[in-house]
C-alpha cells in the first residue's frame, strides 16, 4: 500500500524559514524514474507545483520561487525534504507532496497535505 | 512561462454530460491530466495521459487532448461528481503547470 504523508510545523513566522518532510511507504524513493514532487494549495486558490526529485537525484523548481527553495532525499528514511527560506503569508497554504515516474505526466499518489499558516 | 486556463466554474444538471477544457499553447503535444478534489480532501488522479482512466474511476469519465485543448467529460454526471477540477501539464521534462481549477457544480 502506497502512501505518503507531510508533516512540519503548523505555524511559521514571517522571514523563518519553513522545512516539511514527506515520509513515503509502499515503494522506494530510490526506485528507478520514481520521482516525488511538492505542490501547495493556498486556502481557496488553486494547486501550485513547487519542486520536484527524481531517484536519479535530478532536480528541479519553480522558476518564480527558485531561489527560495531547495528538496533533497533521504532514501534510507524513505523521506524527501523542503525547505522555503523567507517566509511571507502568501505562503499561507496546504502543502501537499505527490508521487510520480518519470516520463508518466501525472501523480498518482498524494499525501493529505499539511496546513502551514504565516501570520501578518 | 506556460499556462493552462480553465474555465472557473461549469454547471451541469444530474445525468447530463459536463465538459471542461483545458487550454495551452500546443497542449496537444504534451500528456494532459486531469485530478478531482472535494473540499478537504486531497487531488485525485482521473484522467492520465489524455485519455486513460485510472483503476477505480468511473466509466463515466473520458479525456481527449489536440491542438491547444485538453477536455474532461463527464457523461451522465452524478452529485457526487461535484467538486473542483484541475488540468495538469508538464511545461518541459523538468516542470510542471497546474490549471487554475473549474468548479463543476451538479444543479
Known amino acids: 500500500q502506497v502512501t505518503l504523508k507531510e508533516s512540519g510545523p503548523v505555524l511559521v513566522k514571517p522571514t523563518e524559514t519553513l522545512t516539511l518532510t514527506c515520509t513515503v511507504s509502499g515503494f522506494s524513493l530510490s526506485n528507478a524514474r520514481m520521482g516525488l514532487s511538492w505542490i501547495r494549495q493556498p486556502p481557496g486558490k488553486a494547486l501550485e507545483w513547487l519542486a520536484h526529485?527524481?531517484?536519479?537525484?535530478?532536480?528541479s523548481y519553480s522558476t518564480s520561487l527558485k531561489s527560495r527553495l531547495n528538496i533533497s532525499k533521504d532514501t534510507s528514511k524513505s523521506q524527501v525534504v523542503l525547505t522555503m527560506t523567507n517566509m511571507d503569508p502568501v505562503d499561507t497554504a496546504t502543502y501537499y507532496c505527490?508521487?510520480?515516474?518519470?516520463?508518466?505526466?501525472?501523480?498518482?499518489?498524494w499525501g493529505q497535505g499539511t496546513l502551514v499558516t504565516v501570520p501578518s | 512561462s506556460y499556462e493552462l486556463t480553465q474555465p472557473p466554474s461549469v454547471s451541469v444538471s444530474p445525468g447530463q454530460t459536463a465538459s471542461i477544457t483545458c487550454s495551452g499553447d500546443k497542449l496537444g503535444d504534451k500528456y494532459a491530466c486531469w485530478y478531482q478534489q472535494k473540499p478537504g480532501q486531497s487531488p485525485l488522479l482521473v484522467m492520465y495521459q489524455d485519455s486513460k482512466r485510472p483503476s477505480g474511476i468511473s466509466e463515466r469519465f473520458s479525456g481527449s487532448n489536440s491542438g491547444n485543448t485538453a477536455t474532461l467529460t463527464i457523461s451522465g454526471t452524478q452529485a457526487m461528481d461535484e467538486a473542483d477540477y484541475y488540468c495538469?501539464?508538464?511545461?518541459?521534462?523538468?516542470?510542471?503547470?497546474f490549471g487554475g481549477g473549474t468548479k463543476l457544480t451538479v444543479v
Open positions: 526529485i527524481f531517484s536519479s537525484d535530478e532536480k
Open positions: 495538469q501539464a508538464w511545461d518541459s521534462s523538468t516542470t510542471v503547470v
Open positions: 505527490a508521487r510520480t515516474t518519470a516520463g508518466s505526466g501525472y501523480y498518482d499518489y
